[in-house]
C-alpha cells in the first residue's frame, strides 16, 4: 500500500523520444508536484497541481508537460528528449497548499537516462 | 531571492556519537523548514519538521533547531547507528508553494 508510486522506475531511452512518467498517491490529498534531481543530487520543482489546477510551473522547457487527469494522478510527459533530462524524477503529494500548513511526501522516484 | 545553504556537503561520524548539519536561507519569510533523509535509491523521506512559531522540535534520537534570528536551523541526530547513513536535505518553505532544498549531506557512520 505505497503512498506516492510512480512507474517506471527505471527507463533508458534514445533521444528524440517521446515518455511519460506517471504518478498515482492513495493518500486522499489535494496537491501533487513533480521535482527532477540531477546527477549532483540537487532537487528542485518543477511542477505542482492543486486539485487538477496548476500552481507551480517553474520555467520548466515546453517539452515537458504534466497531466492531472484527477486529484489522485499527475502524470509527466516529457517530448523530444534530450541527454540533459537524464535524472531521477519525484513525484510528491501534500494534503493542501503549502502555505496551509501542510508536509509533502516523496515517491520512490524515476530514473531517466537518455542515450 | 530564496536560497538554502548547507554544511558540510560529506560527514562521517564514529557509531554512538552526534552527528550535526546546518543550513541557512536568504529570505526571513520563512515559515516552515522541514528535513529529509534519502537513502539509496529511494525517494526523500521526511524525518522532522520545524515551523517558525518554535525555536526546537525532539523526535527521539533526532532534534531540529531553529534561530530566525540569525536565519538558520539545524539536524541534530544522537547516538547515531549504521542505518543513519543516507544523504540528509534541508528544506525552506519561502511563503510560497514550493519548497527549496539544500545541497545535501552525505552521512557516513563509521561501525
Known amino acids: 500500500d505505497t503512498a506516492v508510486s510512480q512507474t517506471p522506475k527505471y527507463l533508458v531511452t534514445q533521444m528524440g523520444n517521446d515518455k511519460s512518467i506517471k504518478c498515482e498517491q492513495n493518500l486522499g490529498h489535494d496537491t501533487m508536484y513533480w521535482y527532477k534531481q540531477d546527477s549532483k543530487k540537487f532537487l528542485k520543482i518543477m511542477f505542482s497541481?492543486?486539485?487538477?489546477?496548476?500552481?507551480i510551473n517553474e520555467t520548466v522547457p515546453n517539452r515537458f508537460s504534466p497531466k492531472s487527469p484527477d486529484k489522485a494522478h499527475l502524470n509527466l510527459h516529457i517530448n523530444s528528449l534530450e541527454l540533459g533530462d537524464s535524472a531521477v524524477y519525484f513525484c510528491?503529494?501534500?494534503?493542501?497548499?503549502?502555505?496551509?500548513?501542510?508536509?509533502?511526501?516523496f515517491g520512490e522516484g524515476s530514473w531517466l537516462t537518455v542515450v | 531571492g530564496e536560497n538554502v545553504e548547507q554544511h558540510p556537503s560529506t560527514l562521517s561520524v564514529q557509531e554512538g556519537d552526534s552527528a550535526v548539519i546546518k543550513c541557512t536561507y536568504s529570505?526571513?519569510?520563512?515559515?516552515?523548514f522541514p528535513w529529509y533523509k534519502q537513502e539509496l535509491g529511494k525517494g526523500p523521506q521526511l524525518i522532522i519538521d520545524i515551523r517558525s512559531n518554535v525555536g526546537e522540535k525532539k523526535d527521539q534520537r533526532i532534534a531540529v533547531t531553529l534561530n530566525k534570528t540569525a536565519k538558520h536551523f539545524s539536524l541534530h541526530i544522537t547516538e547515531t547507528q549504521p542505518e543513519d547513513s543516507a544523504v540528509y536535505f534541508c528544506?525552506?518553505?519561502?511563503?510560497?508553494?514550493?519548497?527549496?532544498f539544500g545541497t545535501g549531506t552525505r552521512l557516513t557512520i563509521i561501525p
Open positions: 528544506a525552506a518553505n519561502f511563503g510560497n508553494e514550493k519548497l527549496t
Open positions: 497541481y492543486n486539485n487538477k489546477e496548476l500552481i
Open positions: 529570505d526571513s519569510a520563512s515559515n516552515y
Open positions: 510528491a503529494s501534500s494534503q493542501d497548499l503549502l502555505f496551509s500548513g501542510n508536509t509533502i511526501y
